[in-house]
């Protein structure tokens, strides 16, 4: 099957992707669903090669496996898991079930918590030392911190709560600079972690903890913990009632939805929240429900499988025409590259294909005036997942609006039709370069264009919408795991540098020899030893 694909990449390439347009191409290879529209016209996909991709999804079993994670059943294989993120919205009254048990009670009633809290501090009826909660100070890393962090940025325009603020780096620069200016009599910290182990972030909130000591009487009464290790947070001083806590099936990185997204909430209100959590929920049914080819999640999973798998397009962009949207590249990143940067597959056997390609990407226009000369002339072909919203939250900016998604739009049409030289020495003669000087100029201007290109576009970034974009990623990254024969649900790959880093702890401070580490990590040492005094 990927040998078939590759050789139809080979024919593709040589072809181009604006020939490919006839009258009604931009439709067929367009999925619409609920307000929003996916088009990967701009792509070198075409009837032949979705049919392959299509057979392909079906050989690889992905329905069977997405009603497996849907139902419950412990698919994340190395951990012994279900996989049920999905449950946390689920609104529909029906049971979902793990081990013959509705969890849906458990999930309902931690909601209700959650808003009952969140209205609390909104409203000032929950209190610090020094009057009502003004500033909430999340303290998470991965996926305790990067869904949080983008998702209150993007909703800012919902954001009528406290300010909230994200503490992810062990750097002590993250804290300190977070810190400075808040009262700590008027804030309220929230140690965001699935384990309650994780170094940065228990690191982070002793420091947070011994700040807030040093004028509050009672600091551990403005802590809350969101996490899994109830227990845990419990011996850290933090009250049961103050404590949120979610299953082992709610993977790190696919957290948002539950606790750790009280800060969300706290920031937007549990009304925005619960859209926020529709929008989901809408995706989840159309992810289980709609014909594979107008399933947006899976047309978008075979998109990229094209591009990475058959084309071998090693990287793709995020490249958001929303500046709310800044942190989504970093949330896509680690939401892609820990389910699917693996070596060996769900079995054990080693890969022998590439599985996940590098993510990366920032805010259009910004990009354009930055690394859009490499996307648009350098060699490597970086297929890129532009998105952006019809319609600003500034009525009156719509003027900048309108420039906002010209440029979007330009671009996409720019990497596909590109100029060529023809045209590129037309362009010199008329600015009146002749003879050598007029060729020479003219190859710099050639664009080769055939760049493929999906654009997402919805009418506005409401929280409604941000959920139903959060769990396209979501399923995206479920299908080509699925069809690349992945757990996309461990991370096994993060482990060897934090033991690592627990072994150099005392090294660096002297009280271990280096004796057992290599040349270039000893000289790195004395170096900072040196530097240290
Ligand atoms: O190191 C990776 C990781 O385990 C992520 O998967 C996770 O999102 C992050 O660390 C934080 O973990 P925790 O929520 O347990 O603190």
Known sequence: ??????????????????????????ADFTVRFDGMLLDYSKTSMDGAVRGALLALAEERGVPARREAMFTGEPINE????????????????????????????????????????????????????????????????GGSHLGPDMAVR??????????????????GADIAGTLAGLDPARTLVLVAS?????????????????????????????????????????????????????EDWVGGRYSIWGPIGLSLMIAIGAENFTEFLRGAEA??????????????????????????????????????????????PAYLQQLEMESNGKGVAMDGRTLNYGSGPVVWGEPGTNGQHAFYQLIHQGPEVVPCEFMVAARGHEPDLAHQHALLVANCLAQSEALMHGRDLNAARALMKEMGFTGAEQERQARHRVFPGARPSTTLIYDLLTPYRLGQIIALYEHRVFVEGVIL??????QWGVELGK????????VLAGNV???????????????VQSSNG
């Open 78 to 141: 190395t951990e012994g898991r279900a996989v049920l993120h999905t449950a946390l919205r689920n609104l529909s009254g029906q049971p979902v079930m793990v081990n013959g048990e509705d969890v849906m009670p458990g999930v309902l009633a931690t909601l209700a918590r959650m808003r009952s809290f969140a209205g609390s501090v909104r409203s000032g009826a929950f209190k610090g030392a020094g009057g009502a909660i003004t500033d909430v100070v999340n303290i998470g890393i």
């Open 499 to 506: 033991e690592l880093a627990n072994t150099l702890g005392p």
């Open 194 to 246: 699935k384990t309650f182990t994780t170094t940065e972030t228990m690191t982070n909130a002793a420091t947070a903890r011994a700040w807030m000591a040093a004028t509050v009487d009672d600091p551990g009464a403005q802590f809350v913990a969101l996490s899994s290790a109830e227990d845990k947070a419990g011996e850290w001083g933090i009250d049961p009632s103050r404590v949120f806590g979610f």
């Open 1 to 26: 099957m990927w040998r078939d694909l590759k050789s139809m990449a080979t024919t593709a390439r040589g072809r181009g992707i604006a020939p490919l347009f006839d009258g009604t191409r931009a």
């Open 154 to 171: 993007a909703l800012m325009p919902y954001a009528d709560g406290p300010r909230c603020h994200f503490v992810s780096n062990v750097d």
């Open 283 to 328: 995706m989840d049914i159309h992810f289980r429900k709609a014909p594979a080819q107008d399933n947006m999640p899976m047309m978008l999973a075979l998109t990229g499988l094209w591009h990475h798998q058959a084309c071998g397009y090693a990287t793709r962009a995020v490249l958001p025409y929303d500046q709310r949207l800044a942190r989504l």
């Open 513 to 527: 020899p280096m004796d057992g580490k290599d040349g270039s990590t000893q000289q790195l040492v004395t170096y």
């Open 485 to 490: 024969g992945l757990n996309s649900f461990d």
